[in-house]
């Protein structure tokens, strides 16, 4: 067989999916799995996304224009009107996800070689995508014991060179729920501002912020309008990963058309996910209530159920939907495996997501875990149950 790309070998494997042929296997033997491992969410899409569906009526499932139809993108202007970033629907270019928005962002500002400054953790596929454009991540550890907090502004500047292209941040967090404050906004602005880089700022969770912290979006942020590019996505606010609808946005005319000759290319974003999308914008306000007060409530359980557990440790999240956990073990990869083939308590485990995934270099996370809550608050109560239990059984376990 011919060889594969370097690229191929490089791309890592998602430290999300990779377990689940152990997960499959567990269920073949009838074990019962608590998945608190993916960021999918278990509510509802709205009631006017379901509708739009049975309503939908064209003859001909053609193309979209490659931006997107103008009028999701009209109503986007809208919704985004809301969170006091004002846009025109020049500004938004609609995607196949959030993730085709980091793709083409990284395509249209880095060159092979080129360098972006990552908070870490972070969301394991920016790395995914940084390989496919070429591009280096340079990491920037941010800290449990810091509850992941912005590390200080002078950690990025020593890390600047020629290569030095953008710096990337999601906000609030996937995969530590951290929320930055005004003031390490205004950093990133600053050091942005300074070396003249881009300012990628995924903020696909902004409706899950749960501490009465105000929401500080890269749009707001005055005097790099050109420098950000906000990516989007519809998958976490309306419970709408499936229709694949994202967006990547920036005041930056140059690097629009940048981005659609890279849309072009792929011809169209999904024609039902923008009719679906489009409609979900109009969904009642008690939609965004009822979902925020879940998750509200899951937090919370999720977090006192943690911090009860001897040995663990969960700093606060005070948005997304997902918390960074310490446990008392020796290697998370080896412990989220074990807890699949091995483990079970009552024909029941639990899935967790090993951090190491979630760092680009070896020998970080190795005793932390991303959870997901998503889950009802009783299952999950129940998870974190088995998840003390495994602990008490895992031989592996290792006192901090
Ligand atoms: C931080 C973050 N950005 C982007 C995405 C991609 O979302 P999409 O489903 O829109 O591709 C995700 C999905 O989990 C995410 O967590």
Request: hydrophobic residues 40%; aromatic residues 10%.
């Amino acid at each position: 067989m011919p060889n594969l790309s370097e690229r191929a070998i490089l791309m890592p494997s998602s430290p999300i999916r990779r377990l689940a042929p152990l997960a499959n296997a567990a269920k073949e033997r009838g074990i019962n799995i608590y998945h608190l491992n993916i960021g999918q969410p278990d509510l509802d899409s709205p009631e006017v996304a379901l509708e739009a569906i049975n309503k939908f009526d064209k003859k001909i499932l053609e193309y979209s224009p490659s931006d997107g139809f103008l009028s999701l993108r009209e109503k986007l202007v809208g919704y985004y009107d809301q969170y006091q970033i004002k846009l025109k629907p020049e500004d938004i270019i609609v995607t196949s996800g959030g993730s085709e928005a980091v793709l083409f962002a990284f395509m249209s500002c880095l060159n092979p070689g080129d360098e972006i400054i990552v908070p870490e953790p972070a969301y394991a596929n920016y790395m995914a995508f940084a390989i496919s454009a070429g591009a280096v991540i340079r990491p920037i550890r941010s800290t449990i014991e810091e509850s992941f907090a912005l590390p200080p502004i002078e950690n990025f500047e020593k890390l600047i060179n020629e290569r030095t292209r953008g710096i990337l941040i999601c906000n609030p967090n996937n995969p530590t729920g951290y929320l930055y404050t005004r003031k390490e906004m205004n950093d990133i602005r600053d050091l942005v501002k300074k070396h003249n880089l881009f300012l990628f700022s995924d903020e696909v969770y902004r409706e899950f912020i749960y501490t009465g912290s105000p929401y500080i979006s890269a749009c707001h942020l005055e005097g790099i309008e050109e420098n950000v590019v906000l990516i989007d996505s519809v998958s976490k606010r309306y419970s709408e990963c499936g229709i694949r609808i994202g967006a990547l946005i920036t005041k930056n005319k140059a690097l629009r058309e940048a981005v659609m000759k890279f849309c072009q290319a792929r011809l169209s974003p999904p024609l039902l996910g923008q009719v679906i999308a489009e409609a979900s914008i109009e969904a009642p306000r008690s939609y965004a209530i009822n979902t925020y007060e879940k998750y509200i409530e899951r937090r919370n359980c999720l977090i006192d159920e943690l911090n009860k557990l001897p040995g663990v440790y969960s700093p606060i999240p005070m948005g997304a939907f997902y918390t960074v956990a310490r446990l008392p073990i020796d290697d998370s990869d080896r412990f989220c495996e074990w807890c699949l083939r091995e483990f079970q308590y009552e024909g029941e485990t639990i899935m967790l997501a090993p951090a190491s995934g979630f760092y680009s270099e070896a020998g970080y996370g190795e005793n932390e875990v991303r959870i997901a809550y998503v889950l009802d608050k009783s299952q999950l109560k129940r998870a974190i149950f088995l998840l003390g239990k495994a602990l008490e059984q895992y031989p592996g376990r290792k006192e901090l």
